[in-house]
């Protein structure tokens, strides 16, 4: 079982960035000092290999399987144990069993925060994770658009009907700013991410803004400890830590 703070990005619903957060979160973290594994649990739809450009796969021993480490972080995905970029057509109990595997059958060791990148919405992995991991803590990721906030409040609403603490949200593609201008673009509303927390009664920790993409596709925090994305993520990151600690008090 997990040994640590464990913290599920999750949303209402796909394409808004949820596994990009996770993945810049988790390195951020680590920048900070931190011992952070990094779970993705989006099994039908996985990312974080590709995010990561990680092509090395897990080794195992004695019937246990080493995590792939990677920029100081521990990772484990449903991609690693795939041939190509090849789909996975289960159904329910399958992935429930997945998540066990995951989470029984891999070598972490302590970590202090455990990331878990979950599939969007209310579904199976969503319902076995409220069940498994009781103490779980949870950040909702959303876009300014009245569709994803809407949808995101569902995936609020059933963390708090399982007991599970929602430690903030955050609004990605928050906004548009093109380099060498002062203009600001709000190309999907604005206000988004601080209504959700309003009604979910919780903080909203950070307006992640929209960017040109990297040429090589590293995410942001890999880039320059200046670049502006660099830096919300790991002011976001000490948030999380402070709100977290605060609910341990």
């Known amino acids: 079982m997990l040994s640590g703070n464990v913290i599920a990005i999750?949303?209402?619903?796909?394409?808004?960035?949820?596994?990009?957060?996770?993945?810049?979160?988790?390195l951020s973290l680590?920048?900070?000092?931190?011992?952070?594994?990094?779970?993705?649990?989006?099994?039908?739809g996985y990312s974080v290999p590709k995010i990561l450009g990680i092509k090395s796969?897990?080794?195992?021993?004695?019937?246990?399987?080493?995590?792939?480490?990677h920029e100081?972080?521990?990772?484990?995905?449903?991609?690693?144990?795939?041939?190509?970029?090849?789909?996975?057509?289960?159904?329910?109990?399958m992935l429930g069993k997945m998540i066990d595997h995951f989470f029984d059958d891999v070598i972490w060791g302590k970590q202090d925060y455990f990331i878990l990148d979950l599939p969007p919405g209310t579904g199976d992995i969503a319902l076995d994770l409220h069940h498994?991991?009781?103490?779980?803590?949870?950040?909702?990721?959303?876009?300014?658009?009245?569709?994803?906030?809407h949808v995101a409040e569902r995936a609020g609403m059933m963390a708090k009907q399982t007991n599970h603490t929602i430690v903030g949200i955050i609004e990605n593609m928050s906004y548009f700013a093109p380099p060498h201008s002062n203009e600001t673009y709000h190309l999907f509303g604005k206000g988004g991410g601080q209504t959700l927390a309003e009604r979910l009664g919780t903080e909203l920790l950070a307006n992640i803004p929209i960017t040109n993409p990297q040429e090589n596709g590293d995410?942001?925090?890999?880039?320059?400890?200046?670049?502006?994305?660099?830096q919300i993520y790991n002011s976001l990151a000490e948030k999380l830590i402070q709100n977290i600690n605060m609910v341990k008090v």
């Open 10 to 26: 999750t949303s209402g619903k796909g394409g808004v960035g949820k596994s990009t957060v996770a993945v810049n979160l988790a």
């Open 30 to 44: 680590a920048n900070l000092g931190k011992k952070v594994a990094l779970i993705d649990l989006d099994i039908y």
């Open 57 to 69: 796969k897990p080794k195992t021993m004695n019937n246990k399987i080493i995590p792939v480490g």
């Open 72 to 93: 100081n972080i521990t990772v484990m995905s449903m991609g690693f144990l795939l041939k190509g970029n090849g789909p996975v057509v289960w159904r329910g109990p």
């Open 132 to 149: 498994k991991l009781p103490k779980c803590q949870e950040l909702i990721v959303t876009t300014p658009h009245p569709n994803a906030v």
């Open 219 to 230: 995410p942001a925090v890999l880039i320059t400890e200046d670049h502006q994305l660099a």
